[in-house]
């Protein structure tokens, strides 16, 4: 009970005329293609030389940024150094003058004349309209213990 449907159908035979008129165009379609894949290839070599001399070139930059930044910072470095040098240099001057300034002060009997003048300032005393005085100085010229 084969179902004639269900049999494998065989391949039609091709004339052989019409296969030697088929080989005629893939023998120059293989050509075409192989002519196509060597210009292919040969861009891509181009491409890959390019890519060579251009990592080539850029790592050539940066090798020189990098050496021109190290010598920046180095430079900076240097004048960082100086500039705190002299920096503590003038604070040890202005420390020696300001030591002297109290010295001649103290030695004049005006010990911080500032700090003398801004407690000399009069306080106002809210809800009167005479101003309250006080000084440091007591009568007799000389600075009081506070």
Same mark, same amino acid.
């Given at each position: 009970?084969? !179902? %004639?449907? +269900?049999? %494998?159908?065989? %391949?039609?035979?091709?004339?052989?005329?019409?296969?030697?008129? !088929?080989?005629?165009?893939?023998? +120059?379609?293989?050509? *075409?293609?192989?002519?196509?894949?060597?210009?292919? #290839?040969?861009?891509? /070599?181009?491409?890959?030389?390019?890519?060579?001399?251009?990592?080539?070139?850029?790592?050539? /930059?940066? &090798?020189?940024?990098?050496? @021109? #930044? +190290?010598? #920046?910072? &180095?430079?900076?470095?240097?004048?960082?150094?100086?500039?705190?040098?002299?920096?503590? @240099?003038?604070?040890?001057?202005? /420390? /020696?003058?300001?030591?002297?300034?109290?010295? +001649? $002060?103290? !030695?004049?009997? $005006?010990?911080?004349?500032?700090?003398?003048?801004?407690?000399?300032?009069? %306080?106002?005393?809210?809800?009167?309209? @005479?101003?309250?005085?006080?000084?440091?100085? &007591?009568?007799?010229? &000389? *600075?009081?213990?506070?």
């Amino acid at each position: 009970m084969a !179902n %004639p449907e +269900s049999t %494998p159908s065989l %391949p039609v035979a091709v004339p052989l005329s019409s296969k030697k008129e !088929n080989v005629t165009p893939i023998s +120059s379609k293989i050509a *075409e293609l192989s002519e196509s894949r060597s210009e292919l #290839l040969t861009r891509i /070599q181009g491409l890959k030389q390019d890519l060579q001399n251009w990592r080539s070139k850029l790592d050539t /930059q940066v &090798k020189v940024y990098r050496d @021109e #930044l +190290s010598e #920046l910072k &180095k430079s900076l470095n240097v004048e960082v150094d100086q500039l705190r040098s002299e920096f503590q @240099e003038l604070r040890s001057t202005l /420390q /020696q003058q300001q030591e002297d300034v109290t010295a +001649s $002060l103290k !030695n004049l009997g $005006l010990q911080d004349v500032s700090g003398d003048a801004k407690e000399a300032e009069a %306080p106002k005393v809210e809800g009167n309209d @005479e101003e309250v005085h006080t000084s440091p100085v &007591k009568d007799n010229g &000389k *600075e009081s213990e506070h």
